[in-house]
């Protein structure tokens, strides 16, 4: 008997863990079919899926370029700010530049008063100094053809000296900063 109880309770585990084994490979057998089924069924959707696939695929392609073109934008609009964010100043500085050359081309006829002239062209050639450091730029007008990008035309008179269509003279200085127009130049123009 103590043979049959030392071997009774561990044929007992086997006989549990192969009923156990046995439970565990039809639930397992189960789930293959239940699953397999499912493949079916989307093998079935296959095609849908795919398409599906497809869309989401070109629509993140769509997603990212727009993204992109959004990053290049702003960064040339960043940049083009930076380029320009002297142009208010600028346009407020013309003006008196206008003022120090009318002050210049009067005539000085004493000591003090060409004293206080060589002053003022000091003062207007250290502006210009400081506008050209900025990239402004005097548009040239006389003897050029008449642009309107860059001339506004005031009059117009037949010349002798000109053809048609040429600037033949500048009343008021046109300036450019970075190639762009801030103030354009006012001119008569040949007929």
Excluded at 2 to 23: H, I, R, S, Y
Aim: proline fraction near 4%; glycine fraction near 4%.
């Amino acid at each position: 008997m103590t043979t049959e109880n030392q071997n009774g309770p561990d044929q007992e585990e086997e006989v549990l863990e192969e009923k156990d084994f046995d439970a565990l490979q039809s639930e397992t057998a189960d789930a293959d079919e239940v699953l397999n089924a499912e493949i079916v069924e989307e093998s079935s959707e296959g095609p849908d899926l795919q398409q599906e696939i497809e869309a989401l695929k070109a629509s993140e392609l769509r997603i990212r370029a727009d993204f992109d073109n959004f990053r290049r934008r702003t960064n040339e609009e960043n940049a083009k700010r930076v380029k320009f964010a002297s142009q208010a100043v600028i346009e407020k500085l013309i003006p008196l530049i206008d003022n120090f050359e009318r002050a210049l081309q009067v005539e000085a006829s004493s000591d003090d008063a060409k004293n206080i002239q060589a002053g003022v062209d000091m003062i207007h050639r250290q502006l210009l100094d400081v506008l050209n450091a900025e990239n402004v730029e005097v548009i040239e007008a006389v003897g050029q053809p008449f642009d309107p990008n860059y001339h506004q035309a005031v009059m117009q008179e037949p010349s002798d000296e000109f053809e048609s269509g040429i600037v033949t003279m500048e009343l008021q200085k046109g300036y450019t900063l970075h190639g762009r127009v801030i103030r354009p130049s006012m001119v008569k123009v040949s007929e």
